[in-house]
């Protein structure tokens, strides 16, 4: 029988979480079916069966955390039944009517409960089970159990959360419900217990992803010389040269024309241009690279993810959109692979598309510097000598002030500017 066992992790992860499985002991299971989800400190990986079978064992349950390539499970012949494994009794007793458990589960994941758990009883749950459980007001030892070894699953915990199959007090003020079946592209960690009342508190652990984000986000900051230059741009050109080919645009490539694109294009003309923009540091070594991967800032429901477009350089405006567009289901998806977000020699953020009309965006280390995109607002602006209204966006360029000059910085934005302006110049090389 082959074992399922965890996907092999990047040099840089250690460990991950088992956020979810998505079959029970006894399931029949297709080749390529996903049977788990992980999550590492950047993506969520999927373990999927490499044969026809049926899951036979579990040996990790949701929670857990896992290594690279350990065995998770156990995937047996179509039709074969899985052994129950021995019983464990339940650590935990409390008040009936003290609700959901707000502690952390005993040793080892989940423990074996019977389907119903006697009155008094509080069963010991999973961290996916506690969340739906807290989150919903529910009293756990009145869910039906349907579990490989008697414990609440997921599921169990979202039936009962609509009616299906426990009496469920009042709705807490501050949780909203949460009852997605699928596999969704966020997995909240466990909630402790939310007290009711105007002032109510919830206490919710950082998933792994939002653990990095906060640390890498951190060490640049005290690492780096961090300075930020603005500009702003007349989106009036690039505007129009939209509307005037969006049709054109779209019957020939099928994706519309975006903004993204232009600025990506426009940030890769001025790297050229000012090689230490393109540049990092590493030790006391300054790497210049001779190629342009450019990371676009996409916010998910995990946190802020940076997948990376490669060879930007070589990259059509067509290809840049639907690359863009791609990347934006993935995320939404939390289909985004350590091979998306690997690297990078620059980034772009686009704080617009929230309504964000000034920021200093901070650097994507071991970058050396970020663009800022933001909001475009119609403001009077002095032309040829009148006052017109134009729309208007305000750009920043936050960088590493130890290996790029204020001059170079300015001049690098002030290009950018130029070849929005004039969009025209990004086509012809000028």
Do not use: C
């Amino acid at each position: 029988m082959p074992d399922i066992k965890v996907p092999v992790f990047s040099e840089s992860v250690s460990e991950g979480t088992l956020l979810s499985w998505h079959k029970k002991p006894g399931e029949a299971v297709k080749r390529g079916e996903v049977l788990a989800e992980i999550e590492t400190d950047k993506v969520v990986l999927e373990v999927t069966a490499l044969q026809d079978g049926t899951l036979q064992t579990v040996a990790k349950n949701e929670g857990d955390t896992v290594l690279s390539e350990e065995v998770i499970g156990v995937l047996g012949e179509a039709g074969a039944v899985a052994a129950a494994p021995a019983a464990t009794p339940t650590a935990e007793a409390a008040d009936p009517a003290a609700g959901p458990v707000s502690g952390e589960t005993s040793a080892g994941g989940t423990a074996v409960q019977p389907d119903s758990a006697p009155s008094g009883e509080t069963p010991a749950l999973s961290p996916a089970v506690r969340r739906v459980v807290t989150e919903n007001n529910l009293n756990a030892s009145q869910i039906p159990a349907t579990g490989p070894r008697g414990n609440i699953t997921k599921q169990d915990a979202v039936s009962a959360a609509q009616g299906g199959g426990t009496d469920q007090g009042p709705q807490s003020a501050t949780a909203p419900v949460s009852l997605q079946t699928t596999a969704a592209p966020a997995s909240a960690p466990a909630a402790a217990a939310v007290a009711s009342g105007p002032r109510a508190e919830q206490r919710v652990p950082m998933t792994r992803i939002r653990q990095r984000i906060a640390e890498r986000l951190k060490e640049v900051q005290n690492t780096a010389a961090i300075l930020t230059t603005f500009n702003e741009v007349n989106m009036q050109p690039a505007m129009d040269l939209r509307k005037k080919y969006q049709d054109q645009f779209v019957a020939k490539h099928g994706v519309k024309l975006g903004f993204m694109s232009l600025f990506v294009r426009a940030a890769t003309e001025a790297l050229k241009a000012f090689p230490n923009v393109n540049a990092s540091i590493d030790g006391k070594d300054i790497v210049y690279h001779a190629y342009y991967d450019m990371g676009i800032a996409v916010a998910s429901e995990r946190g802020l993810v940076v997948p990376i477009l490669r060879d930007t350089d070589a990259m059509s405006l067509a290809d840049i959109e639907k690359a863009i567009g791609g990347f934006a289901v993935k995320a939404k998806a939390g289909k985004l692979t350590m091979e998306d977000m690997s690297g990078g020699t620059f980034s772009i953020t686009n704080g617009g598309t929230f309504g964000s009309m000034m920021s200093t965006p901070i650097i994507n280390a071991p970058q050396s510097a970020i663009l800022g995109m933001h909001n475009i607002i119609e403001r009077p602006i002095a032309q040829n000598g009148q006052v017109v209204i134009a729309p208007m966006m305000y750009v920043a360029l936050s960088y590493d002030h130890r290996i790029i000059d204020g001059k170079e910085a300015v001049q690098f934005l002030v290009m950018i500017k130029n070849l929005l302006e004039d969009p025209a110049r990004i086509l012809l090389d000028l």
